[in-house]
Each structure stands twice: as structure tokens, then as C-alpha cells.
């Protein structure tokens, strides 16, 4: 299969151009609670002391960007996030892991993401989300889409177990803004 520059951009000439008049979806920014560290995020430590930083400083490093969601994959609904803080940039584990508890927030080189459902994996776990990123049951059955951005919010123990209940609950509403409200 050779490629063929001349026919090509002959092929681009038959394109209606009211295709490139479509909308696009519009840009929205998910708010995703998160307990930092002890069992939830069992490389916290690791990370900071890797970056010789403490964890405190790692959360509001962590916490501060709004990422943008490039993809999704790997699991159903991992969402790939790009814009991580280079001072957080972090090999991933050189062992992989059997089992990430679902929820699981790490950092793999210049990229974090979120763990939708439990499953093996090698990235540095640094905290845990309450919430249900994929259901198969809901349309669409992912919390984040590609494109959307994602901003973290650390929050304690008590509060992740509360949001936890109101999650398995079904009543819970993700704090979902618009991308010029940020």
C-alpha cells in the first residue's frame, strides 16, 4: 500500500463542507471528590518522597489543574487525563499491581486518571474517588467523556465515606460546570 498525496487531496475536495459546520459537544468540567492517601492512596508517600515533596504539597499540586480528558480506554470509562504538573511526572510501578480497587486515582509518567472499576494496573495510586465512573446500566454509562475537563477535590475520610453511601445510594449528583464558568 503506497500513499498517493495527489489523490488524497482529491478525496478532501469532495467533502461537503457543511460537515465542518457541526457542533461541537459542549465543554463541561466534571468535579471529582477524592480521599488522599493511607489506604486509599497507598503511593502517596512514595510520589512525594520521590519528588521530595510532602504529600500535603503533592495533594495541592495534584489537585490544583483542570485535566483534560484526551481519551478513554484501557478499562471501560479510564479516563486519560492530560495537563498533570511536571513536578509530578512519576514512573509507573515497576511491578504492576493484580487489583486496583475501582475509584483508584494515579499517576502513570505525565498523565493521571481514574481507576472506573477494579482491575490490575501499574500506575501510582494517590487517592480514591467515591464515585461510580462506569455503570452499564446508565446512558451514557461513563461519568466522564473525552474532552470534558477534570478538576479534583481532596476531601477527609468521613466526608468520602458519606459521599460513598449517597453514590451506592443512587442520589448523588456530580458537580458538572461548563467550561467558561472556570
Not at 7 to 22: A, G, K, N, V
Not at 25 to 44: C, M, Q, S, T
Not at 165 to 171: A, D, F, M, Q, T
Request: charged content about 20%; hydrophobic content about 35%; glycine content about 10%.
Amino acid at each position: 500500500w503506497e500513499f498517493d498525496l495527489q489523490h488524497f487531496c482529491e478525496d478532501l475536495q469532495t467533502i461537503d463542507p457543511h460537515f465542518l459546520d457541526s457542533d461541537l459537544p459542549e465543554r463541561k468540567i466534571i468535579h471529582i471528590p477524592v480521599a488522599y492517601g493511607n489506604h486509599f492512596g497507598p503511593d502517596l508517600a512514595d510520589v512525594a518522597e520521590y519528588h521530595c515533596l510532602t504529600p500535603e504539597r503533592v495533594i495541592e499540586i495534584h489537585s490544583w489543574p483542570t485535566y483534560h480528558c484526551y481519551m478513554l480506554g484501557f478499562t471501560p470509562g479510564f479516563p486519560y487525563l492530560g495537563g498533570l504538573d511536571e513536578r509530578l511526572e512519576t514512573p509507573r510501578l515497576p511491578e504492576p499491581r493484580k487489583v486496583i480497587p475501582s475509584g483508584s486515582v494515579g499517576i502513570a509518567g505525565n498523565q493521571t486518571g481514574i481507576y472506573p472499576i477494579e482491575s490490575p494496573g501499574g500506575w501510582r495510586i494517590i487517592g480514591r474517588t467515591p464515585l461510580k465512573l462506569f455503570d452499564p446500566s446508565s446512558l451514557p454509562p461513563v461519568m466522564i467523556l473525552a474532552g470534558w475537563g477534570v478538576r479534583f477535590y481532596s476531601v477527609s475520610t468521613e466526608k468520602y465515606e458519606i459521599l460513598r453511601e449517597i453514590v451506592l445510594s443512587g442520589r448523588y449528583e456530580p458537580e458538572i460546570t461548563g467550561w467558561e464558568d472556570n
